[in-house]
């Protein structure tokens, strides 16, 4: 009688190939997140949603911190801004963001846009968008993307 001990030499190259799946996944896994962070990519889109959605193209006229956008640009918006004749008149619902993430607060008055900036910003009918960057920055230099949206 020849007895063999069982070795489950079958098992083996499944074992193999487990180990080899389950390492390269870790080594692209490694390659690709220092990729994707240099890169600053996401698997979702940065770019803000709503109802209307107008990219504030430069350039912008400068009054100390405050920027405004000229209003042939947001025509398509100018009747949905809050009436500078109505004091507190807050019923644009228009939010402006900066490279994907919302400015605010929102209704400032243009001498808080003016004086303090850090993304304040206001929607007059018939006035346009005016608006200070999140760190006060140029808006025209910057290199940030503006945009209207309409919530």
């Known amino acids: 009688m020849n007895f063999r001990a069982n070795t ?3 098992d083996e190259p499944q074992f193999v ?9 870790i080594v692209l896994f490694a390659v690709y ?3 994707a962070l240099y890169f600053n990519h996401s698997f979702t889109d940065p770019s ?9 193209l430069r350039p912008f006229e400068k009054h100390e911190n405050a920027y405004h956008a000229l209003s042939d640009r947001t025509d398509a918006l100018d009747g949905l801004g809050d009436d500078p004749t109505v ?13 994907g993430r ?4 929102a209704h400032s008055t243009f001498a808080d846009i003016k004086q303090f900036g850090a993304g304040r910003f ?5 006035h346009g968008i005016i608006f200070s960057s999140s760190d ?11 945009r209207a949206v309409v919530r």
């Open 87 to 99: 004091e507190g008149d807050s019923r644009s619902p228009i939010i402006i963001y900066e490279d």
């Open 8 to 10: 489950h030499d079958h």
């Open 122 to 126: 206001s929607h007059w009918k018939d």
């Open 136 to 146: 006060n920055t140029d808006p025209n230099t910057n290199g940030r993307v503006y």
């Open 33 to 35: 997140l220092p990729i």
């Open 17 to 25: 190939t487990g180990k080899i799946v389950i390492l390269t996944v």
């Open 102 to 105: 919302p400015l605010g607060p």
């Open 48 to 56: 803000p949603k709503g109802k209307t959605v107008i990219q504030i």
